[in-house]
């Protein structure tokens, strides 16, 4: 391969590569603010369980309320 062949094709390498990336950085970033989303609102549903929703699952309040209010991003 001639050293002006193998320049022309380096840029459209590089450039796949970086696209791969942000692809794959993008859905990386989509899938963590999906879980993100679904961990807040379950603690939420979790703060707002009665004492009987509570006792049929086996965790007391104070296990719930330590819980629920873990911020999102800790899991």
């Known amino acids: 391969m001639?050293?002006?062949t193998h320049k022309?094709?380096?840029?459209?390498v590089a450039r796949t590569d970086i696209a791969s990336v942000l692809r794959q950085?993008?859905?990386a970033l989509?899938?963590?603010i999906t879980v993100w989303?679904?961990?807040s609102a379950a603690r939420r549903e979790l703060r707002e369980l009665d004492e009987h929703v509570l006792r049929d699952v086996g965790i007391s309040r104070s296990q719930a309320d330590f819980e629920g209010?873990?911020?999102f991003?800790?899991?």
């Open 37 to 39: 989303r679904k961990r």
């Open 2 to 4: 001639s050293s002006l």
């Open 30 to 32: 989509r899938t963590t």
């Open 8 to 12: 022309a094709c380096a840029p459209a």
């Open 69 to 71: 209010r873990k911020p």
């Open 73 to 75: 991003w800790v899991k």
């Open 25 to 27: 950085l993008g859905h």
